[in-house]
């Protein structure tokens, strides 16, 4: 495979600051973070002035910047914690958004070389997805990989990608229950590989470490489904699960692909997995039934655009899921209030 070129004016890395010092952060990632530009948001529940060291192109929003731009009509949607990456989101008007939470920095391969996130999201999303046969060595334009004996030539040219996922080392993505049971418990697999995931697949999706081509899906990665006593760290929500499986739903049916693996980050210690237990262990119950929705969930053949995939599925939520829960009914509404928004702000 070819090395991959980087036009750095089509990248927006997102950062959502849940904490006031950013220094040794954007330092850890200055090798990195110094080519792009930055959209940094704050917490709108963190107090305070952030500290950013010099050296970075940024835009910086705050409450009374997300306040202005959102407006009263759409207090519905949250942007507290790390949902507050979403606003970055819809503020972007660059084809590749990268997403790196304020916890986590650059990871080490196996022989100990620095892992550059950002220039194998893009390599990710760059190259074609495969996801209507499974390659077994895995994604056929990584460099040393090609297509196996029997992968049927009509399908090798791939589709575009959509979304690419990272994972991380030290501490995993593990639900409240896993860690309270393994305190002890971290990640330190380094796979040095990508896949797509296949068709009608459904993944839990998280927003440590992703990125995605605005142009293609950018308004199915939204704010939508938030718990009753949710919180802001890691094992208190389930929002971005539910955002993963809404992305996987629009890009299966606008035939686009979903990669997940490389690249990794390290990630820090935050949160407390007992008190969050009481916070998520409804979002957990509640994954019995939104599972199996988004796996037997298909579109109507006239849907064209992610936006109109979200509203369609959102229609479909409060007809066969909010009977049985309100959450539900405010994720529709939450979905359908996105992507007004994000129409609203594309046009201005």
């Not at 989101?89 to 950002?118: Q, R, T």
Request: glycine share 6%; with cysteine.
């Amino acid at each position: 495979m070819s090395e991959i070129s980087i036009n750095h004016d089509e990248v927006d890395i997102v950062i959502g600051a849940l904490q006031l010092d950013l220094t040794s952060f954007m330092e850890e990632w200055r090798s990195v973070f110094s080519q792009f530009h930055l959209i940094i948001v704050q917490d709108p529940d963190l107090k305070g002035k952030l500290e950013i060291p010099a050296g970075f192109n940024f835009d910086l929003y705050t409450k009374s910047d997300i306040d202005g731009v959102v407006g009263l009509s759409s207090n519905a949607i949250s942007f507290s914690g790390y949902s507050c990456r979403y606003f970055g989101y819809l503020m972007s008007h660059k084809k590749y958004i990268i997403a790196i939470d304020d916890d986590c920095v650059p990871a080490k391969d196996s022989a100990g070389n620095f892992v550059d996130a950002v220039a194998q999201h893009i390599t990710n999303l760059s190259t074609p997805a495969t996801p209507f046969f499974f390659n077994t060595l895995y994604d056929p334009f990584c460099k040393g990989a090609d297509f196996v004996r029997g992968y049927p030539f009509s399908l090798r040219s791939g589709v575009d990608c959509g979304l690419s996922c990272g994972l991380w080392l030290n501490l995993a993505d593990l639900d409240a229950p896993t860690q309270a049971l393994k305190p002890e418990l971290r990640n330190t697999r380094y796979v040095d590989a990508v896949l797509t995931v296949p068709l009608r697949t459904m993944m839990p999706t998280s927003g440590i470490n992703i990125a995605f081509n605005r142009e293609l899906v950018g308004p199915a990665l939204l704010p939508a489904f938030r718990l009753a006593k949710e919180g802001n760290l890691r094992w208190e929500t389930v929002e971005d699960i539910w955002t993963g499986m809404c992305v996987k739903v629009v890009c299966d049916h606008l035939r686009l692909g979903v990669k997940s693996g490389l690249p990794y980050v390290w990630r820090k210690e935050r949160g407390n997995a007992i008190e969050s237990l009481k916070k998520e262990w409804e979002g957990v119950k509640l994954m019995e039934d939104v599972v199996p929705f988004f796996q037997s969930l298909r579109l109507s053949t006239s849907v064209a655009t992610a936006e109109d995939c979200v509203s369609e599925i959102a229609a479909v939520v409060k007809q066969k899921l909010a009977p049985a829960n309100p959450v539900f009914a405010r994720a529709a509404e939450n979905m359908l209030e996105w992507v007004k928004l994000w129409k609203r702000v594309r046009t201005q």
